[in-house]
């Protein structure tokens, strides 16, 4: 179960860098093409889910594989998923059911890395 969840975290973090480097970098006119959420909330308001997304990531990874703190790995994989539900909260809201489909597989699989990390496979 340990190398299933390091596998979990590995692939989650680097979605989320991802997702959120490109939220951080990107002007946010270049975005609402791909994501019309975006369109919605201000330019600093999506710079600020991209800095969450990006901590988070690395959040998923660096605590654990360095043994400082690894009690962030945790709290990182349950804070992405609250991240997630509250995306799926925006998704419905605007009526775009696909993508909540997505956001809620992200969620759970955070919280089965914070489960899991919390509980008995903790670091």
Same mark, same amino acid.
């Given at each position: 179960?340990?190398? +299933?969840? *390091?596998?979990?975290? !590995? /692939?989650? =973090?680097?979605? +989320?860098v991802m997702a !959120? $480097?490109?939220? $951080? %970098?990107q002007a946010k006119e270049k975005l609402a093409s791909k994501m019309g959420w975006v369109d919605n909330v201000s330019a600093s308001t999506v710079r600020s889910i991209g800095a969450a997304e990006v901590l988070g990531g690395l959040g998923l990874i660096l605590p654990a594989a360095t043994g400082i703190a690894t *009690? &962030? $790995?945790? /709290?990182? =994989?349950?804070? &992405? =998923?609250v991240?997630?539900?509250l995306a799926a909260v925006t998704h419905y809201r605007r009526g775009e059911?696909?993508?909540? %489909? +997505?956001?809620? %597989?992200l969620a759970l699989l955070c919280a089965v890395v914070a489960w899991g990390r919390f509980g008995p496979w903790a670091l």
């Open positions: 179960m340990n190398v +299933f969840l *390091w596998i979990l975290q !590995g /692939l989650l =973090a680097v979605l +989320f !959120g $480097t490109l939220k $951080t %970098i *009690w &962030l $790995t945790p /709290l990182a =994989a349950a804070a &992405l =998923a991240v997630m539900i059911y696909p993508a909540i %489909i +997505f956001n809620v %597989i």
